[in-house]
């Protein structure tokens, strides 16, 4: 079955600064790509998601590119603010289906002040 | 527009109990899916229910159930709860299932 694998499982940057996150997926047959945050005590939280169609998608300070070949996936968060403080979460599905979702093991992103 | 809701939010069972958690997913959404959160193993999906069938199972014993009823809202039970069952458990609905997941905050069950 699909098996995603998420690098680093924590990271720490200065407000202002950028943060990557990068993600490798198993099975070719994937097709979507989700992004998750989530914070204390609340359910994850969809910050952005790619089809496999598309090698690259951005909404204001996210972005997330996908090299299908290699099989890697990567969130980018630009000039970081301390509410972007949280769990993010990558992920992939089959069939473009947001059903059946394999879970990376989760970034823990700090920022400091 | 009313999110994802999972009642109750928190839970204590025994072992050896049952356990039925809700789902209500937003309105007009028809696919639920169900996911285990541990520290441990992350987020697992469970199963997923569309139009009142199951379309979608994942690797879990068969004391893990689920039904959907005729107006999308979602139950899933527990049987015979063991220790290692304590998690919080989230529902996700989505319109059909090809679209965005949205999550519910969860119902966190410890099992003592």
């Known amino acids: 079955g699909e098996n995603v694998e998420q690098h680093p499982s924590t990271l720490s940057v200065q407000e202002g600064d950028s943060a990557v996150i990068k993600c490798t997926y198993s099975d070719s047959a994937s097709n979507y790509f989700p992004w998750y945050k989530q914070e204390l005590g609340k359910g994850p939280q969809l910050i952005i998601d790619i089809r496999s169609n598309v090698g690259e998608k951005k909404d204001q300070r996210i972005a997330v590119t996908l090299n299908k070949t290699a099989k890697h996936f990567s969130l980018h968060i630009t000039e970081t603010q301390p509410e972007d403080s949280a769990v993010y979460f990558c992920?992939?599905?089959?069939?473009?289906?947001?059903?059946?979702?394999?879970f990376g093991s989760g970034t823990r992103l700090s920022i400091r002040p | 527009k009313a999110g994802v809701t999972q009642t109750p939010r928190y839970l204590i069972k025994t072992r050896g109990q049952q356990v039925t958690l809700s789902c209500s997913p937003i309105s007009g959404h028809r696919s639920v899916s169900w996911y285990q959160q541990t520290p441990g193993q992350g987020l697992q999906f469970l199963f997923e229910?569309?139009?009142?069938?199951?379309?979608n199972k994942g690797n879990f014993p068969g004391r893990f159930s689920g039904r959907q009823f005729s107006n999308s809202r979602s139950e899933m039970n527990v049987s015979t709860l063991e220790l290692g069952d304590s998690a919080l458990y989230l529902c996700?609905?989505?319109?059909?299932?090809?679209?965005?997941?949205?999550f519910g905050q969860g119902t966190r069950l410890t099992v003592v």
């Open positions: 996700a609905s989505s319109l059909q299932g090809d679209t965005e997941a949205f």
């Open positions: 229910y569309f139009s009142e069938t199951q379309r």
């Open positions: 992920a992939a599905s089959m069939g473009g289906s947001a059903s059946k979702i394999i």
